[in-house]
């Protein structure tokens, strides 16, 4: 997967979360999770956009550390929310929570990928 297919993965990623939280009902706990899993979930998109702005192998290696975060934290909210409401679409919640482990996956191998490559630089 090249740079702009992932660009544009983590970008859909984030739509596609935000279309799932706004199917949420209404309530102070659905606002605290809603408001996390937007977090987390955009930050995936714009954190990678920025690694690949970076202006050194160790910045890039940092900004990939926070996708890989923001993409863990979005796998872990959605399995808070598959336990705890009964009324939701189960299966956009499932992809939802697949294409996080995923790119939880890609991330974990493209930062093992960058900084072997950073070693055999130095």
Not at 30 to 36: M, P, R
Request: with cysteine; charged share 30%; aromatic share 8%.
């Amino acid at each position: 997967m090249n740079k702009e297919d992932l660009k544009s993965r983590t970008k859909r990623f984030a739509i596609e979360t935000i279309g799932f939280v706004n199917t949420l009902p209404k309530s102070k706990a659905n606002d605290l999770i809603s408001y996390q899993i937007l977090k987390s979930a955009t930050s995936v998109a714009a954190n990678y956009r920025a690694s690949l702005r970076g202006r050194s192998s160790a910045e890039f290696i940092s900004k990939l550390n926070i996708v890989l975060e923001e993409a863990d934290e979005s796998m872990c909210w959605f399995e808070i929310i598959e336990k705890s409401y009964e009324k939701l679409d189960i299966n956009k919640l499932k992809k939802l929570h697949k294409e996080s482990d995923e790119l939880t996956a890609i991330f974990t191998s493209s930062l093992k990928t960058a900084r072997k490559n950073l070693t055999s630089k130095n």
